[in-house]
């Protein structure tokens, strides 16, 4: 049976799917219906979390809500490229239908507890230069980074947890649109190899002539395609840049490109490993 404070957290869910960073209500259900185990262990550390429950239950949930997104985003992949492989030319141009891509314009988060207001100079003062390179990084793979190694990260970085995670949550939210647009690319990327490879089948097994000479055009087309997409997908860079890491922590953007720099360089080389090993 769900504990009361699960079953408050359902309702105001429900009542609020948006500031949670759900789109709908039907995707909450689902969310829930997935991760209960997982949302059950989130209250048990937010009881913990006696100063920071409300800003900890609401960025964990958006975890959540991420999760669902990407489960229901690859579930649309498989879907669209079964009807891309049987689909026209002219239908390929057209954007996918992604729930991963459903525009969100409304500010819920306005007056969402938060403990980012704290100057982030109080916990930087108190890093050394490892450990600082190792907070930019962290940021600059905000959208790689999941719940469990933020954990062990704000662990290793000595700075409360609930902070990292909204820090995180904030680059993420800044970058949301070129998020959007990057997932686009990749599932566009993923339906036209799917696509190339049933129109490589389709060449093999067809008996008629004329049948084999339109496959062969239409894959010839879709190989030009796939390698263009390649390139544009070469070409991105990083969501989350330099500047805004310095503008998120408030410091110069020069400590940023240097950090990253030498971070980047020294593991490169495997000197610093040891270094970096020994701040967890």
């Known amino acids: 049976m769900d504990s009361k404070n699960y079953l408050d957290l359902v309702r105001h869910m429900y009542a609020h799917p948006k500031l949670y960073g759900f789109f709908n209500k039907d995707e909450l259900s689902d969310a829930l219906h997935h991760f209960h185990g997982r949302i059950e262990g989130i209250l048990e550390r937010a009881d913990k979390e006696s100063r920071t429950r409300e800003a900890y239950l609401l960025s964990s949930m958006r975890f959540v809500a991420k999760s669902m997104h990407r489960r229901n985003s690859s579930t649309n992949l498989w879907q669209n490229a079964y009807l891309l492989s049987y689909a026209s030319e002219d239908f390929l141009s057209e954007a996918l239908a992604d729930a991963f891509m459903e525009e969100d314009t409304s500010d ?57 995670f ?29 696509r190339l490879r049933v129109l490589e089948l389709r060449l093999e097994s067809s ?68 270094v970096y090993r020994k701040l967890g």
């Open 108 to 164: 819920t988060t306005a007056d969402a507890p938060s403990i980012i207001s704290l100057n982030p100079q109080i916990f930087l003062k108190k890093l050394n230069p490892e450990r600082k390179r190792f907070l930019y990084l962290v940021i600059k793979c905000a959208w790689e980074i999941d719940e469990e190694i933020l954990k062990k990260c704000s662990s290793t970085l000595g700075m409360p947890e609930q902070y990292l």
């Open 166 to 194: 909204s820090l995180v949550e904030l680059a993420r939210r800044r970058t949301e649109g070129e998020r959007k647009r990057v997932c686009a690319l990749d599932s566009k990327l993923n339906s036209t190899w799917i």
């Open 207 to 274: 008996l008629l002539p004329n049948e084999k000479e339109c496959v062969a055009r239409s894959l010839e087309r879709c190989r030009q395609r796939y390698v263009r997409l390649l390139e544009k997908r070469r070409r991105r860079r990083s969501l989350v840049s330099n500047e805004l890491i310095s503008e998120l922590l408030g410091v110069p953007k020069g400590s940023v490109d240097s950090g990253l720099y030498y971070l980047r360089k020294n593991l490169d080389s495997g000197r610093a490993l040891a």
